[in-house]
């Protein structure tokens, strides 16, 4: 089947049972047995079955099912949050003392998580470009399980050829984990590009509406059942089964939105390339992307996310900020709205100038999660902000 | 019919048959709290159907899918009972309709039913409408319903414009329903039902019910009551031969407030002097089979689960919340800025007698704490502030933890002025009929700690001028 079939029918059945087309949302916390052996048996993992939510539920399941189909993954885990998820994978994958590599670029809270979070539980991390075969492998140490990047990358939409750096991880017996949250598998599938896991903030495109918190992670089935085992179980983080169910009823539209996503994006970036204020435009559809040949390769289309700099710093995105009138000022992105983000006044509002640069963020930097609202009222929205500065 | 068909139908007949024993021999043997929790969701039925889920499943699904041709006949011709499409019935709305289905039925020797409706307001209109239908061929044919007039402003907008002004039908209001001679005398050969509130909101009229109805059956039409702001906790009018309940779910059953949904209940056989066998034999079946599926104010599966959850409760909160609301009462009426206090469980109230008679917490003598019937009256009161709709205001506007809302039923205190609000479309005149003075102030007491509410009640009124 193509992926545009799956995406509407993968991995979810009719309820045999009761003949509902869509499956109901188990909106259960825990499961009966039939008897005190049939329990017995289901919590030694004897039989299949369910017996709480925490550990396995119906709704959550066929999500599972459903994604692992579309990333081409053996098994997936659900949890809480795109957080949870990359936490997960990481504790998964490392014991205390164990070291990991993560890309530079790469979103704040992974970031924060590898900074104060992991130390805790005696892991370090290596923040290097994992594109520099070099800087790489002056990273590795023996002790060194996990390579952790995105593709394209959060903020500054930066491609790292996965292929490359999958090959690269396997020669060290390093797994290589790919966050696909920007891209999404009807994009990109790192997997068969050679990555051993994926992670998604499912919050983003795969539910696709903003209406919910959710995270996957995607692998081979015995790293799974061990994440599960070593961290979901004990831990928790599970997903409420509604939401669950918000995400599969989401993932249904997933190919026309991102469709819609990617063109209008492609034309945003267009329109702001060739605008007087804009200083720099950052979209891998554009020829003079530095990843742009990659992402032809490994990307069916370029995405949604459209980041720029604008000429007049600061003050200028503040401007702009206040001034638009379809785009929402939000953080989060992957929603079917527009939502324009500027660090400088909003997320790193307490960074100076000079701290934002160290960064790796110019102040004039905006990130626009272009929605699939009319391309004509998102551009004529900006023109008469970029007006105002 | 079809061999493959008859085949689904013998099927079908065994599973109601096994179902049918269920109720009889089991459920309805159980306490109201035990029917409140399980309704029918059994151990089996989880087991077999659900994955072994211990909270039934919301089924958010438009449509049933079908194994073969055959099985889609015998549904779709009502033949065996399926959901086919969420319009008309859906799984999860099933487990809904048990519920209230039985409770409103508890202490009933015969069997009830349930159609669940997407608002309260839908469950009135259709509640009504099939004793509506013409059944001459004249032009214009008389048909009346005579109904208390101390009814919610929605439920009098329905009667007053809708059916009396657009369709012609003519809506007989009896002014006092404790008289029951008014009822009698507005009751002739075109009359198609009798329809009451009790208690009223926000006037908290109440009345002999058992007389009413039994007057209604005398003329061979049936009693249809809005029994919202008792629920089956403290009264179920079927017991006392009522035909149909309307109920506004959204209110005290569901004290959680999140969102909207409206239930039919009725008995079988009921009283009705409209020539339909269906309509007679199961009228909540009736209704949800032809009128409301050709209608179509269904209520979601996913609000039917919701609501589901909170009815669970119903009994020990409607106890908890009647003796909060009693406090707040004597509060009220010892209060020297209140000129009246309108609570039917304050001995002063001029109804209290017959309202004892009728509102009972169900299952008291049961309950460890009491072991003997005891009287309960709910959680709505309304009171007249001295100094009129001014100083009404005035006190609502100084409240701090109150919320100022047009709201019922919820686990948190919600206070309104009818006049300007809930019963502001209804007019001057109209709420004159049904003792709304434009001071009256109405008061839902919610789940908080009396004294609380009593603080801020107090600390509101002292905010009013005058002595």
């Known amino acids: ?389 | 019919m079809k061999k493959g068909v008859n085949k689904y139908i013998k099927k079908a007949r065994e599973m109601l048959a096994e179902r049918e024993r269920y109720i009889k021999q089991e459920v309805k043997k159980m306490r109201f709290d035990t029917i409140a929790v399980h309704g029918l969701y059994s151990v089996t039925e989880a087991l077999e159907k659900n994955q072994g889920a211990i909270i039934e499943p919301i089924f958010m699904s438009a449509s049933q899918a079908f194994h073969d041709s055959d099985e889609m006949e015998a549904a779709l011709s009502y033949a065996i009972p399926a959901w086919t499409y969420s319009r008309i019935h859906n799984p999860s709305i099933s487990y809904f309709e048990e519920v209230l289905a039985l409770l409103e039925g508890y202490g009933f020797d015969g069997s009830t039913g349930c159609c669940a409706t997407s608002s309260g307001m839908s469950a009135i209109a259709s509640a009504t409408e099939p004793f509506l239908v013409k059944l001459k061929k004249k032009a214009r044919e008389e048909i009346n319903f005579v109904s208390t007039c101390q009814v919610y402003g929605g439920t009098f907008q329905l009667f007053n414009v809708r059916r009396m002004e657009e369709r012609g039908i003519e809506c007989r209001w009896v002014t006092n329903p404790n008289d029951i001679d008014q009822w009698s005398k507005n009751i002739d050969k075109n009359t198609r039902f009798l329809y009451g509130e009790l208690p009223s909101n926000p006037g908290l009229v109440f009345f002999d019910l058992k007389k009413v109805i039994d007057l209604a059956h005398e003329h061979g039409v049936p009693f249809i009551a809005d029994s919202t702001i008792a629920t089956p906790a403290l009264l179920r009018p079927i017991t006392y031969g009522a035909d149909i309940v309307v109920q506004s779910v959204t209110k005290t059953l569901t004290a959680s407030g999140f969102g909207i949904a409206g239930a039919v209940i009725s008995r079988k056989n009921i009283v009705s002097n409209i020539p339909n066998d269906a309509m007679r034999e199961d009228f909540a079946l009736y209704l949800k089979q032809l009128p409301n599926r050709d209608i179509g104010w269904c209520l979601s599966p996913m609000q039917a689960i919701l609501s589901l959850n909170d009815i669970r409760t119903l009994r020990t909160r409607i106890d908890i919340l009647s003796q909060n609301t009693m406090k707040v009462a004597k509060f009220l009426e010892g209060h020297p800025k209140v000129a009246q206090v309108n609570y039917l469980g304050l001995e002063s109230h001029p109804l209290y007698e017959v309202a004892s008679k009728y509102l009972w917490l169900v299952d008291a003598e049961y309950d460890e704490r009491y072991q003997m019937p005891v009287n309960r009256y709910g959680h709505l009161l309304s009171f007249v502030v001295k100094g009129g709709i001014n100083s009404a205001r005035k006190m609502a506007d100084n409240l701090k933890r109150i919320w100022r809302a047009t709201d019922l039923g919820r686990i948190k205190s919600v206070i309104t002025i009818p006049a300007i609000s809930t019963h502001q479309q209804m007019g001057a005149c109209a709420r004159c009929m049904a003792c709304i003075p434009s001071g009256l102030v109405r008061l839902c007491v919610g789940g908080e700690h009396p004294d609380d509410i009593i603080a801020d009640l107090d600390h509101a009124l002292r905010k009013v001028g005058g002595k």
């Open chain 1, 1 to 389: 089947m193509h992926i545009e079939t799956n995406i509407v029918h993968g991995g979810v059945h009719h309820d045999e049972k009761t003949g509902a087309h869509v499956p109901p949302i188990y909106m259960t916390s825990t499961f009966v047995f039939k008897d005190v052996d049939h329990g017995a048996r289901l919590f030694k993992g004897e039989e299949e079955g369910y017996i709480y939510t925490r550990l396995g539920n119906p709704t959550i399941d066929l999500l599972a099912e459903k994604m692992a189909l579309l990333e081409s993954a053996e098994a997936g885990l659900v949890f809480a949050s795109g957080m949870a998820a990359v936490f997960a994978v990481i504790l998964a994958s490392c014991h205390s003392g164990d070291h990991i590599i993560v890309d530079k670029i790469i979103y704040g809270g992974t970031y924060t998580l590898c900074q104060n979070v992991l130390p805790r539980a005696g892991i370090s991390t290596t923040f290097a470009s994992p594109g520099d075969a070099t800087q790489i492998k002056a990273a590795i140490r023996p002790n060194t399980k996990l390579i952790l990047i995105e593709s394209p990358a959060n903020p500054t939409l930066k491609i790292n050829d996965i292929a490359y750096i999958a090959e690269l991880c396997h020669q060290h017996k390093i797994m290589l984990c790919v966050d696909n949250t920007f891209a999404t598998p009807y994009l990109q599938r790192p997997i068969e590009l050679g990555a051993d896991i994926v992670v998604h903030s499912a919050t983003k495109y795969l539910g696709g509406h903003g209406d919910l918190i959710g995270g996957i992670a995607l692998g081979k089935k015995d790293f799974i059942e061990s994440m599960f085992k070593m961290v979901a179980r004990d831990i928790g983080g599970c997903i409420s089964p509604i939401n669950a169910w918000l995400i599969l009823r989401g993932l249904k539209t997933l190919a026309v939105r991102m469709e819609r996503h990617c063109a209008n994006a492609m034309a945003i970036a267009r329109f702001l390339k060739s605008h007087p204020k804009v200083e720099r435009v950052y979209y891998p559809g554009l020829e003079d992307h530095p990843g742009h040949e990659i992402a032809k390769r490994q990307m069916r289309a370029f995405g949604g996310m459209v980041g720029f700099n604008l000429k007049g710093g600061r003050e200028a995105g503040k401007i702009l900020m206040n001034s638009v009138k379809v785009c929402t000022l939000a953080v989060s992105l992957g929603d079917t709205d527009t939502l324009i983000e500027h660090p400088a006044s909003m997320t790193h509002c307490g960074y100076s100038d000079s701290d934002l640069i160290a960064s790796g963020i110019d102040p004039g930097f905006v990130r626009l999660s272009v929605g699939i609202e009319n391309i004509e009222d998102l551009i004529e929205d900006l023109k008469q902000a970029m007006s105002k500065i």
